[in-house]
T-cell receptor, first 114, second 118 residues
Framework: AQKITQTQPGMFVQEKEAVTLDCTYD???????LFWYKQPSSGEMIFLIY??????QNATEGRYSLNFQKARKSANLVISASQLGDSAMYFC???????????FGSGTRLLVRP | AAGVIQSPRHLIKEKRETATLKCYPI?????VYWYQQGPGQDPQFLIS???????DKGSIPDRFSAQQFSDYHSELNMSSLELGDSALYFC?????????????????FGPGTRLTVL
């Protein structure tokens, strides 16, 4: 069975600073994908970044980067230069090899302080 | 760029009524997924379709059914609604690649339909 664990229910960060949101996963699939989504208070689910299990390099998308440590089964999201608009719920999710559905973690609520 | 369209955005129903949620995927996307997100919860997978065929099934109640049409839009039909069905229902779409690992199969979500059952 696949599982995503996000151990930080809530986090604060000062505007313009960097923040790391933790995500660990468990799967027996040899190939899988890891995703991060942002959910603002308005409710929509916004795709941020993707990391494939066979990707050699950590994924980056603008201010978002994924610190992928396969041996530790972790896929932490790093947001650099935080902005007030980054305040939202962040979900880590995984897609396995045997099924294309996404399994989500419980989420981390990030609040950016001015 | 075109995104996933869901309608209606908000829906209020009484217990035991029926509801139909519609989803229009991103153009050229052939795979549609439905998720249910209860208050304060993470999204839970309900069902998915690839090329108009059901491809996977999750924790979808027997009272719910779904299908994907020839134009790739999908509908989620919900009958005998219960208070516990109140949730945000997301549709997501992706460009499936079931024969290889060439694509990321990233799922792009619609804005959701917020269903309230009274």
């Amino acid at each position: 069975a696949q599982k995503i664990t996000q151990t930080q229910p809530g986090m604060f960060v000062q505007e313009k600073e960097a923040v790391t949101l933790d995500c660990t996963y468990d799967t027996s699939d040899p190939s899988y994908g890891l995703f991060w989504y942002k959910q603002p208070s308005s409710g929509e689910m916004i795709f941020l970044i993707y990391q494939g299990s066979y990707d050699q390099q950590n994924a980056t998308e603008g201010r978002y980067s994924l610190n992928f440590q396969k041996a530790r089964k972790s896929a932490n999201l790093v947001i650099s230069a935080s902005q007030l608009g980054d305040s939202a719920m962040y979900f880590c999710a995984m897609r396995g090899d045997s099924s294309y559905k996404l399994i989500f973690g419980s989420g981390t609520r990030l609040l950016v302080r001015p | 760029a075109a995104g996933v369209i869901q309608s209606p955005r908000h829906l209020i129903k009484e217990k035991r009524e029926t509801a139909t949620l519609k989803c229009y995927p991103i153009p050229r996307h052939d795979t549609v997924y439905w998720y249910q997100q209860g208050p304060g919860q993470d999204p839970q997978f309900l069902i998915s379709f690839y090329e108009k065929m059901q491809s996977d099934k999750g924790s979808i109640p027997d009272r719910f059914s779904a299908q994907q049409f020839s134009d790739y839009h999908s509908e989620l039909n919900m009958s005998s609604l219960e208070l516990g069905d109140s949730a945000l229902y997301f549709c997501a779409s992706s460009l499936g690649n079931f024969e290889g690992r060439g694509s990321t199969d990233t799922q792009y979500f619609g804005p959701g339909t917020r269903l309230t059952v009274l």
